[in-house]
């Protein structure tokens, strides 16, 4: 199919729909950082004379073990992407038929795709407008007896505010999956984002701070979901795969006969990426604080919050909020195209809201024959059913990520910020 940004859906703000691998530096003028380099190549190269290409590896047991290590958690598998991870964690807790799952409207689809196919009903929540971070207060209005997991986003490497959701999760016994696909690296009061929760999740998806181009992994402490995940998605991995109890070991190594296995050439090219992630994070860490910083001076835009004791990884997005009555009523849009004129690659958020999309708002007959969780009682969603979260998407506007910028390159951004932000009022009048 042509993709050409006229043929793209609006809900998707005319964001790509198919996010590929970035090739070459994304941004040339603002960012020297190349993602893949003669290291990752030669890791390929090696393990595919040694054809070291299928199944438990020593290369993926040995990114399977530092993992663990990272993370805190007493297991790690390795999946071929974030979605199976996702699915994993969610078949691993027992989410099933005529379950809840709580999730954020605003996240990526692939949060909640994986509970949905296993039977369960979404329910969709808020987004703190600060953080654009779910919102604690509105998960737990949303519990009811069916509700069997929450799942909470670490979105372009903020943290969520985790002490109020583990106090729900406490209090009620609902497990909590933490989709970490932004946010390798990020840590929250002391702890890795992934261990908080019950089970946490990555993607290693090309464009993700970690990258095996294809890839994800699972992380947990519980031997059930472990054991779990490894019966759903790991079929005839037979090295590496020690399950702790004899629970299912009856089982293996077919398991349920699914396969999610990850290919071992995409986890030695992570397992070299991994090595590079503190300084991916420093790096990206120091230019966004330093545009962060000069924000305060300009009106109309502020930084995103992030929460006490958050230490943000990962880094996929960079949002700030853009406040129309502060730059005389100049909407955001317009906004982000006078960026945009002023050379620096600004956009709206690219995610739509997940109850937006007709596959939520109106049902779909998953499993045909009016079967399944979205059809049937399944009362869909409308406009104005999250009120907070629809008003703070409008406001959001991501500049570039730079991953090695040039030393000018925080200055440039800022520049151009400023340019439109103190422009504001001839904006509007040629807007009318
Ligand atoms: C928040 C979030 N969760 C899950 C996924 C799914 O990961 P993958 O594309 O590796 O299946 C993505 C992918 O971008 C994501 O952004």
Not at 159 to 172: A, F, L
Not at 197 to 203: A, D, K, N
Not at 293 to 314: F, N, T, W
Not at 384 to 393: A, H, L, Q, S, V
Request: hydrophobic share 35%; charged share 25%.
């Amino acid at each position: 199919m042509d993709n050409k940004k006229s043929d793209r859906p609006a809900v998707l703000g005319g964001a790509p729909v198919f996010i590929q691998t970035v090739q070459e530096p994304q941004f040339p003028k603002l960012d020297k950082w190349k993602q893949m380099t003669e290291e990752e190549a030669q890791v390929a190269y090696d393990m595919t004379l040694r054809n070291e290409l299928s199944g438990g590896t020593p290369v993926v047991r040995e990114f399977e073990r530092q993992w663990r290590e990272m993370i805190g958690t007493k297991y790690a598998i390795t999946v071929m992407n974030g979605t199976a991870s996702l699915f994993s964690a969610y078949f691993g807790l027992g989410v099933g038929p005529g379950d809840e799952v709580i999730c954020p409207t605003y996240t990526w689809i692939c949060t909640i795709a994986p509970a949905i196919i296993l039977g369960a009903k979404p329910v969709f929540c808020e987004s703190d407008p600060e953080s654009a971070m779910v919102d604690p207060a509105d998960i737990r209005k949303r519990i009811t007896s069916k509700t069997s997991a929450i799942v909470v986003v670490h979105l372009w490497g903020n943290v969520c505010d985790m002490d109020p959701i583990m106090e729900i999760s406490k209090e009620t016994g609902i497990p909590v999956i933490e989709d970490c696909s932004h946010a390798h690296g990020a840590m929250y009061k002391g702890r890795p984002c992934g261990s908080i929760g019950h089970v946490g999740c990555w993607s290693l998806q090309g464009s993700k701070p970690v990258s095996a181009g294809e890839g994800g992994v699972i992380a947990t402490n519980d031997t059930e979901v472990f054991e779990r995940a490894c019966l759903i998605g790991q079929v005839n991995r037979i090295m590496g795969m020690d399950l702790v109890t004899e629970k299912y070991a009856k089982y293996q190594p077919l398991g349920t006969g699914m396969k999610f296995r990850a290919n071992p050439v995409g986890i030695g090219i992570a397992q070299v990426q991994l090595r590079k992630l503190k300084e991916l994070n420093d790096r990206r860490r120091k230019y966004i604080e330093e545009v962060e910083d000069g924000l305060e001076d300009i009106p109309g835009v502020k930084r995103i919050k992030v929460y006490d004791g958050a230490v943000r990884g990962g880094f996929y997005g960079f949002p700030i909020i853009h406040i129309p009555e502060e730059n005389n009523g100049l909407s955001t849009q317009e906004f982000v195209n006078a960026l945009q004129k002023e050379g620096l690659p600004a956009h709206l958020s690219g995610y739509p809201l997940l109850h937006r999309l007709p596959i939520f708002a109106e049902g779909f007959d998953l499993f045909t024959k009016n079967r399944g969780p979205l059809c049937g009682d399944y009362q869909g969603y409308k406009e104005g059913d999250f009120p907070k979260t629809e008003e703070m998407i409008k406001h959001l506007v991501f500049l570039p990520v730079l991953s090695d910028p040039v030393p000018e390159a925080s200055e440039l951004v800022l520049e151009a910020i400023r340019k439109v932000a103190y422009n504001a009022s001839e904006l509007v009048q040629q807007q009318a």
